[in-house]
């Protein structure tokens, strides 16, 4: 696999090809559920879309159900309160598994020894940073606010 915008992933929507659109792009990758705790971190992550989608950044949220069963609605549910609650407009896959024997090939990608930064995701809402040749560049701790200092820091570098 040559990057991360090489891999298949579904849309929320149940469309193809997730990722290969966002090829050439700054992204920051966001496993995300809609009853946590830090599901407010939405927000922010929608502002930071809004504030830096013209310089070829965007971030994609992968929806997943793994942690203490924090995202349990269907696509169209999860669509539906991210559209309602949080006006999110960054692109979302379907609902994936992060962790585990049934851990989908994107976050494979992401936690591999080889070309990821290892080690099974914590928690909602850890965050990846690809460059925009697919690379992995950084992780961050799900309590890593998307308005961080050193991750904006990191996502103007990047850019």
Aim: aromatic share 10%; charged share 20%.
């Amino acid at each position: 696999m040559g990057s991360f915008y090489d891999i298949a992933v579904s849309r929320i929507d149940g469309t193809c090809d997730l990722l290969g659109p966002l090829r050439g792009k700054v992204t920051l990758a966001v496993n995300v559920a809609s009853r946590c705790g830090l599901t407010p971190q939405y927000a922010r992550l929608e502002q930071l879309q809004g504030e830096l989608q013209a310089q070829n950044f965007t971030v994609v949220g992968f929806p997943c159900n793994q942690f203490a069963a924090q995202e349990p609605g269907s696509e169209a549910e999860i669509a539906a309160f991210c559209r309602n609650t949080y006006d999110v407009t960054f692109p979302l896959s379907a609902k994936l598994e992060v962790n585990g024997a049934n851990r989908h090939p994107a976050y494979q990608f992401l936690t591999s020894a080889n070309g990821g930064i290892p080690g099974d995701i914590s928690w909602n809402f850890e965050k990846f940073l690809i460059g925009r040749d697919g690379r992995v560049l950084k992780r961050y701790p799900p309590d890593t606010k998307p308005q961080d200092n050193g991750l904006l820091q990191d996502i103007a570098e990047a850019l």
